[in-house]
């Protein structure tokens, strides 16, 4: 990647505010205007990721109900994580969306540029705690990520976060989002030209637990 890589240190047991508030634009790196807001905090079981997605104001459209669907198909906030120093091409995809719906698979990328295979982890087995709440026009979550899931509690981790954003009204209730219609914002920028991805594991930052 042409950027340098954002990095996280999170001591034992203390909250983090990660300090940029406006996530940047998966195609080419730009700030976004809405306020995404993510916290850290980390024990010895899990990993717990807090976070509140302001400047939302369509998120009751959003039909996804069920657990390990296509949730990615509208808006969702996203985690992917993977053990390790190294660009990972096997990580962990996380999804959660306003209506509460988990999304956990593990993602198998070997060109570091588009998913092979995706593999469900099934919502009884990830043991993820998982809660949303939203009011006016926003939407907030927290995820307790259990370190058994992504192979037990190491001291580096490569991972990035996500957002995608309706921008505009829907009358289909199986609408899609796409580059028109929504915004594909990234903690650290993909940096994916024409076309917004998410699925670039070179940009994916770095996080050293103390």
Known sequence: MSHNLPEIVLPQNQWITLPNKHFSFATNGKEASQNTIVKLKADDEYLEVEFECQQNPYWKQNTYQQHNTEMWNQEVFEVF????????????????????ALFVGWIDNPTKEAPQNLTFVPYEKAGIKHEVKASGETWTGKMLIPWALIGG????????????????????PDWKCTPSNCDFTC?????????????????????RLK
């Open 187 to 207: 903690w650290s920028a993909t940096m994916s030209g024409a076309t917004p991805r998410f699925h670039r594991p070179d940009a994916f930052g770095v996080l």
């Open 81 to 100: 994580i993977a053990e390790g120093s190294e660009t990972p091409v096997r990580y962990l995809e996380l999804e959660i969306n306003p209506n509460n």
């Open 153 to 172: 509690k190491k001291e580096v981790y490569r991972l990035n976060f996500f957002r995608i954003v309706s921008l505009q009204s829907q009358a289909d």
